[in-house]
């Protein structure tokens, strides 16, 4: 069955570092998305991505983030410089349809970031 | 209480026992998904229900959906050890935004 895959899987850097987080989603979904969840709390919404664009953001998403699609296959959340409290376990996610909520979004692994 | 809120925290029943988990939300919505999340690993989607349904079930797992309490139920029957782990239930909003609202989720400790 397709996953969503995620990589790396874990990853250390630095306090004002930049991240990239990757993510290939399922091969024919159309929607895709990034969700955190930070130690012992929620999993948060972050972003939603479709047709190369952003559809949707929390408040979360700031100027800091920034997403990309940059070939067929991966799609990637970037964090410019890093803060301690963006230590996290980020999720991407992909659903097949064009309305992403109506349908099932599937998971990734996630990455664990840790920032010091 | 929050969109997306589970009840109990946590759960903890014997082998072989059915468990259920409570889901309550706020807003209206176009669906409820059930996630399982084991210790420090992925989200892995369970059922999805859509509003105009009342009952899914998808082998041990059956869940339910009051639209007008805005709750839901998930019930695991003849749990397993392998069944321990973190239950959500997560929401959408019913203006079709893409991003979902989880819940604190059920922690649930099936003993051997």
């Known amino acids: 069955e397709p996953e969503v895959t995620q990589t790396p899987s874990h990853q250390v850097t630095q306090m004002g570092q930049e991240v990239i987080l990757r993510c290939v989603p399922i091969?024919?979904?159309?929607?895709f998305y990034w969700y955190r969840q930070i130690l012992g709390q929620k999993v948060e919404f972050l972003v939603s991505?479709?047709?190369?664009?952003?559809?949707?953001k929390s408040e979360i998403f700031d100027d800091q983030f920034s997403v990309e699609r940059p070939d067929g296959s991966n799609f990637t959340l970037k964090i410019r410089s890093t803060k301690l409290e963006d230590s996290a376990m980020y999720f991407c996610?992909?659903?097949?349809?064009?309305?992403?909520?109506?349908?099932?979004?599937?998971f990734g692994p996630g990455t664990r970031l840790l920032v010091l | 209480s929050q969109q997306g809120e589970e009840d109990p925290q946590a759960l903890s029943i014997q082998e072989g026992e059915n468990a259920t988990m409570n889901c309550s939300y706020k807003?209206?919505?176009?669906?409820l998904q059930w996630y399982r999340q084991n210790s420090g690993r992925g989200l892995v989607h369970l059922i999805l229900?859509?509003?105009?349904?009342r009952e899914k079930h998808s082998g041990r797992l059956r869940v339910t959906l009051d639209t007008s309490k805005k709750s839901s139920s998930l019930l695991i029957t003849a749990s397993r050890a392998a069944d321990t782990a973190s239950y959500f239930c997560?929401?959408?909003?019913?203006?079709?935004?893409?991003?979902?609202?989880f819940g604190k989720g059920t922690h649930l400790i099936i003993q051997p």
């Open positions: 229900i859509r509003s105009n349904e």
């Open positions: 996610a992909s659903s097949r349809m064009t309305s992403g909520s109506q349908e099932t979004q599937y």
């Open positions: 991505f479709y047709n190369n664009e952003i559809s949707e």
């Open positions: 997560a929401t959408d909003a019913f203006g079709g935004a893409d991003g979902l609202t």
């Open positions: 807003t209206s919505i176009n669906n």
């Open positions: 091969s024919n979904h159309l929607y």
